[in-house]
């Protein structure tokens, strides 16, 4: 057994001629939040949907929990809370009453579910304002309240900011942030949006044009991501010494036959730079660099980028 929530194997979706999503394999861990990024038509929406069931499978698999959900929907779903795109309520009845309708439909039994679903999203419980008339971002709270409902373990939450104001951005994260570490919920979230995904999840997927181009923690991502000081040098074996045993450096990477990036960027480089030609190391080029996430996800996803 691993401890993976939800692990895709090879999952494919063809729509006519059109594979929207590639052989995409995600490992969603426990008790993590992992954040699905990638632009419009990307394919997240269709992974999602083929993980819950809403749409089948063309080809691969899909555990969850450890199993296999196929034939397997009633015992796993219950354990599931989802909100996938605009989730549909009765625009003519208030917000208390929608989620009431929905926790008799599911057999929630819990006597205050919907009292505290909605003050989780911070929704007031029994106001009088009808869903018709509800905004955006009021909307897009019921929907998580909906999926909360039922107090699942694992939640899949389809662009929840999507629509909301940077204050309500700020404020969905909290609570998506509160449900994963105070309630010990395993949480699949999907975002066009990079800094939204970087400040929310602890593990991303970045996927496109269907396919799934990079899976890694979000601390990992980082520290490829972070400050320092490239060094160009004719001996790579025989630099790595000096750096070691006269500057005490261990936290270096080599990046080919000629570079090395040296990640403590207080120091000092010139010193650096004498001691290597002292010792017969060329020094070609140094210099300190800085590729931040979205120089990252441009060059991955070829050129435009993530916002
Ligand atoms: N029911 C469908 N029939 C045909 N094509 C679809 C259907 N649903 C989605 N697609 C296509 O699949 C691709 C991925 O869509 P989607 O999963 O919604 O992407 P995302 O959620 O990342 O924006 C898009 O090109 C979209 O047009
Ligand atoms: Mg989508």
């Given at each position: 057994?691993?401890?993976?929530?939800?692990?895709?194997?090879?999952?494919?979706?063809?729509?006519?001629?059109?594979?929207?999503?590639?052989?995409?394999?995600?490992?969603?861990?426990?008790?993590?939040?992992?954040?699905?990024?990638?632009?419009?038509?990307?394919?997240?929406?269709?992974?999602?949907k083929?993980?819950?069931?809403?749409?089948?499978?063309?080809?691969?698999?899909?555990d969850?929990?450890?199993?296999?959900?196929?034939?397997?929907?009633?015992?796993v779903?219950?354990?599931?809370?989802?909100?996938?795109?605009?989730?549909?309520?009765?625009?003519?009845?208030?917000?208390?009453?929608?989620?009431?309708?929905?926790?008799?439909?599911?057999?929630?039994?819990?006597?205050?579910?919907?009292?505290?679903?909605?003050?989780?999203?911070?929704?007031?419980?029994?106001?009088?304002?009808?869903?018709?008339?509800?905004?955006?971002?009021?909307?897009?709270?019921?929907?998580?309240?909906?999926?909360?409902?039922?107090?699942?373990?694992?939640?899949?939450?389809?662009?929840?900011?999507?629509?909301l104001?940077?204050?309500?951005?700020?404020?969905?994260?909290?609570?998506?942030?509160?449900?994963?570490?105070?309630c010990?919920?395993?949480?699949?979230?999907?975002?066009?949006?990079?800094?939204?995904?970087s400040?929310?999840?602890?593990?991303?997927?970045?996927?496109?044009?269907?396919?799934?181009?990079?899976?890694?923690s979000?601390?990992?991502?980082?520290?490829?991501?972070?400050r320092?000081?490239?060094?160009q040098?004719?001996?790579?074996p025989?630099?790595?010494?000096?750096l070691?045993?006269?500057?005490?450096?261990?936290?270096?990477?080599?990046?080919?036959?000629?570079?090395?990036?040296?990640y403590?960027?207080?120091?000092?480089?010139?010193?650096?730079?004498?001691?290597?030609?002292?010792?017969?190391?060329?020094?070609?080029?140094?210099?300190?660099?800085?590729?931040?996430?979205?120089?990252?996800?441009?060059?991955?996803t070829?050129?435009?980028?993530?916002?």
């Amino acid at each position: 057994m691993n401890d993976f929530v939800i692990e895709t194997k090879q999952l494919t979706k063809i729509y006519g001629k059109q594979t929207v999503v590639s052989n995409v394999s995600l490992h969603v861990k426990k008790g993590r939040i992992y954040g699905l990024l990638g632009r419009n038509g990307a394919g997240k929406t269709t992974i999602m949907k083929m993980i819950l069931g809403l749409t089948p499978i063309t080809s691969g698999q899909v555990d969850v929990f450890g199993k296999n959900i196929k034939g397997q929907e009633k015992r796993v779903f219950p354990r599931i809370g989802a909100m996938i795109e605009t989730p549909g309520f009765y625009p003519n009845l208030t917000g208390t009453e929608n989620l009431e309708i929905f926790a008799k439909l599911r057999g929630t039994a819990a006597p205050h579910a919907v009292e505290n679903a909605l003050k989780v999203v911070g929704l007031p419980y029994k106001d009088k304002k009808l869903f018709g008339k509800y905004s955006l971002g009021m909307k897009q709270r019921l929907g998580i309240a909906n999926a909360i409902l039922h107090e699942p373990e694992l939640l899949i939450l389809d662009e929840p900011t999507n629509g909301l104001d940077p204050i309500g951005i700020a404020e969905v994260r909290e609570f998506i942030k509160n449900l994963s570490t105070m309630c010990e919920k395993t949480i699949l979230i999907s975002s066009h949006i990079l800094s939204e995904i970087s400040l929310l999840a602890d593990d991303i997927g970045i996927i496109d044009k269907g396919i799934l181009l990079e899976e890694s923690s979000m601390r990992e991502l980082e520290k490829k991501n972070r400050r320092y000081v490239l060094l160009q040098v004719s001996d790579i074996p025989k630099a790595s010494l000096i750096l070691e045993r006269q500057f005490g450096l261990k936290d270096y990477s080599v990046q080919d036959d000629h570079t090395i990036r040296l990640y403590d960027t207080s120091l000092d480089i010139a010193a650096i730079n004498k001691a290597l030609v002292v010792q017969d190391v060329a020094v070609i080029g140094s210099g300190l660099y800085n590729d931040s996430l979205e120089d990252y996800f441009k060059k991955i996803t070829g050129g435009e980028g993530i916002a």
